[in-house]
């Protein structure tokens, strides 16, 4: 299958007193170059989705700009798949430092054209919207409930076709499910750069 990864750069940060996620750094290594040495591995079409070009005119990448004036990951999202050329795009926001490549493959293996969203269930039935994927065919539904001011991604699921892949079966890719840790306050920060040196992520 032809997937783009998009890496969602766009978030304000606020509980991290605004500092952009991307260019945190754990361990010396900010979240961003994380992101792109996972995504390089994986991907020939990278782009970032985010509010701002000049933030990231240091990178050689395209940089999707959100079209709604609200921020939140829904409009990263439409960005990222209006402006990719694949039909299909791995979406991770700046707030996972641990993606790990193994676990991106195998969320990949499971795209087949008849589906339109790809996204990781866990056991407690938690589904990971922001380490996903995504097809083209979700852009109307994702514009007519961001026109709506409603920006809870799974909000459309009803009205695509879902595949539900159990963390279980990507759990070879990824054997301590690192790549489902989030980064939202500094305490977070803090725990993030005990698990990248205890488990050299």
């Not at 290594?29 to 989705?49: K, M, N, P, Q």
């Not at 589904?127 to 007519?144: D, Q, T």
């Not at 799974?154 to 279980?168: G, H, K, L, N, Y």
């Amino acid at each position: 299958m032809d997937i783009a990864g998009i890496i969602l750069a766009g978030g304000l940060g606020t509980r991290m007193g605004y500092v952009k996620k991307a260019f945190m750094e754990i361990n010396g290594t900010t979240v961003l170059d994380r992101l792109l040495s996972v995504y390089e591995s994986v991907f020939d079409e990278i782009l970032i989705a985010a509010r701002d070009r000049e933030d990231f005119r240091h990178i050689d990448l395209p940089v999707a700009r959100d079209r709604f004036e609200a921020r939140s990951s829904l409009t990263g999202i439409h960005a990222g798949l209006a402006e990719m050329r694949a039909e299909y795009g791995f979406f991770a926001a700046c707030d996972a430092p641990f993606v790990q490549a193994g676990l991106v493959e195998r969320l990949c293996t499971e795209v087949t054209p008849d589906v339109d969203v790809v996204i990781p269930l866990k056991e407690d039935g938690y589904r990971e919207p922001l380490c996903a994927v995504y097809s083209k065919r979700c852009l109307p539904h994702i514009e007519a409930q961001l026109n709506r001011e409603n920006f809870r991604i799974i909000d459309f699921f009803d009205q695509v076709t879902v595949r539900e892949v159990p963390v279980a079966r990507l759990r070879d890719g990824d054997p301590d499910q690192v790549s489902f840790f989030n980064v939202n306050s500094p305490d977070d920060l803090r725990q993030a750069e005990r698990l990248a040196r205890e488990l050299a992520v």
